[in-house]
DNA sequence: CTGAAAGCGCTTACAG
DNA sequence: CTGAAAGCGCTTACAG
């Protein structure tokens, strides 16, 4: 046998028509329990794999989803938040589980990302992943959906399309609550909360609600702006120090952020949770080695990969999916107190 | 224009045959640029993508590779060391710039871990990360080899097929003698020393040199196995500190390995530098948030990623490829003094 | 329960 | 420079 075998040589040796031996492969219930055996026996002689480009032309479905994450802050690829990794990782399992292959992409908000792995035939659907600005986003949103892509996005309902996000708001609540529980009352809040970026400004508002449910006031010199990195972190905090608005404590959109505020607070002389308590978004690995270590907000990843994956594959199915909101947890550890 | 629109829908609307639009739109040198150029604006027009799945087919490459990462020890998915996301990184972006596309699935090296994407089509070839044991690897090697399939591996040449590697003798070198220059005589090394991880075997090879070459004593005490987590780190740390035999510094196979060794340093109430020093290797993100941060080797996962990506493209074509060995960097931070 | 036939949408000799 | 034709290896109506 020369080449890759094909199912007319299982067909010829097994002594039936191709057309059996493709039933066969795929265990219809139309061919005899026999002739099955005998064919993937025969199958697995020639080791014998059929051809996902013939199967996926004739069937038109490649049983395969596309993961695009993209960044725009960062474009070093390298600098890619680890909360993605995690959902990367959770990602490729589910697909795995559910007997589907996966693309992984990196891509650029900016560019013309949705690339067409749809159109071409080569997924059967788009999981997006990436916190990118929201008003940017929106557009390309709506043409996927005009194109009748279909797709699922990590984030809030703000926009077109199915999505899954956590519930952000409850775990700004439940961040500045645990801050508020212990003892403290003036909380700076570090990351964005504008339009621009929905999440965040759905943990800010979760950190203004809880605010208020213990009667606390909202002091707006308190908010900075960061995006989610680092050094914006870092930044922001370092401003805040300086601008002499006294606060006992700092609730960061995302650890990323969190870890550049630690290094500011640090720099400017100050303890951890002794000066100012912190907590996080996310709970990436990092933090549970900063000093001290974070306390933070937990994302569901494990069960957010998997609620993405089969959401997308259900609305393959052509069935009715509707957006899912996953719960938060805190994850308590040193930095506050 | 119901459903995708087809080269056959292009070649109506510009009076041209299908084969022209064909080459047309793979800038085929045969066909004139005036047809190039009309034939293209059809098919922007038209919002048409060529059918990966026919043209895979009926070319029989699939311009996707495959990315196999396999992890023995952590079956916990969320559990990945980290190092391999970087690495993952890397070769996603290296995919993309060579124009492939980047299928990924984690394994299980106990399962058949090649799966079939290469005898399927679904990629022209495979890339295998992770550290396994190698002697459970080895026949799955060469039952990949002789079964004519493409790949490249990230790790040492030991075995069958193309491989990438860092130097893990020359990194493992570069720490030892890094600690033995800041003064220390007596050098734990942390880390399976055994053929069955040639990489850590390779570390632990350079750490005899090194001392060997300023003529100071290798004491196989000093030694204790431990596979690349946080937990085996700790414990073989935990056990080479309570067995009595003193020593000032520690070299640990790898990052994961280092921060559980610096857990167990903490535990016993010694400080890292002044009491004892330690060298991880990888640089891995957390290997920046350690206290103290940790010193550690670099690999270069950039240049690894790219190297692999273009190995296997290259042997895809059918040149001549060799294997590749990458040198490391030692980056110095706080936990080495 | 099985077979003969059509056709998925391309690429690529072959012929001009 | 272009076209008509074959064929990649399957799945799936259609017919029996």
Chains 1, 2 share one sequence.
Not at 91 to 119: K, M, P, R, W
Not at 133 to 152: C, H, M, N
Not at 169 to 191: C, E, N, P, W, Y
Not at 233 to 260: C, P, R, W
Request: hydrophobic share 40%; glycine share 6%; proline share 4%.
């Amino acid at each position: 046998m020369k080449g890759k075998a094909t199912s007319f040589d299982i067909a010829h040796l097994a002594g039936v028509s191709q057309s059996t031996v493709s039933r066969a492969l795929r265990n219809s219930p139309l061919v005899k329990q026999e002739t099955i055996d005998k064919v993937k026996r025969i199958a697995r002689e020639l080791n014998y794999t059929v051809d996902k480009n013939a199967s996926s032309l004739r069937s038109q479905q490649s049983q395969t989803l596309a993961l695009l994450l993209f960044e725009d802050p960062t474009s070093d690829d390298s600098n890619i938040n680890p909360f993605f990794f995690s959902m990367l990782a959770s990602i490729t399992q589910a697909c795995a589980h559910e007997g589907y292959d996966l693309l992984v992409s990196f891509q650029q908000l900016s560019n013309d990302f949705h690339a067409d792995y749809e159109d071409s035939h080569k997924a059967d659907g788009i999981i997006l992943l990436g916190y990118g600005d929201d008003i940017e986003y929106k557009p390309k949103l709506e043409a996927l959906q005009s194109q009748g892509t279909r797709f699922v996005r990590w984030g809030p309902q703000s926009q077109a399309g199915l999505s899954v996000s956590c519930d952000n708001r409850q775990g700004g609540a439940q961040a500045t609550k645990h801050l508020i529980d212990k003892g403290h009352q003036r909380i700076a809040f570090v990351g964005d909360a504008s339009n621009h970026y929905p999440e965040f400004f759905a943990r800010y508002q979760g950190y203004v609600s809880a605010l208020m449910a213990h009667d606390l006031p909202v002091e707006p010199a308190l908010q900075h702006n960061a995006i989610t990195t680092e050094e914006a972190g870092y930044e922001a905090t370092k401003q805040l120090l300086n601008q002499g608005d006294s606060f006992t404590a700092l609730f960061a959109a995302s650890d990323l952020i969190a870890v550049g505020a630690l290094k500011a607070i640090a720099e400017k002389g100050l303890k951890v949770p002794q000066d100012i308590a912190v907590v996080g978004f996310d709970d990436i690995p990092v933090a549970s080695y900063t000093s001290p270590p974070l306390t933070t907000v937990r994302q569901n990843t494990k069960l957010a990969g998997e609620v993405l994956v089969k959401s997308l594959i259900a609305q393959i199915r052509g069935e009715e999916v509707e957006s899912t909101t996953i719960a938060t947890a805190i994850v308590e550890r040193g930095s506050s107190g």
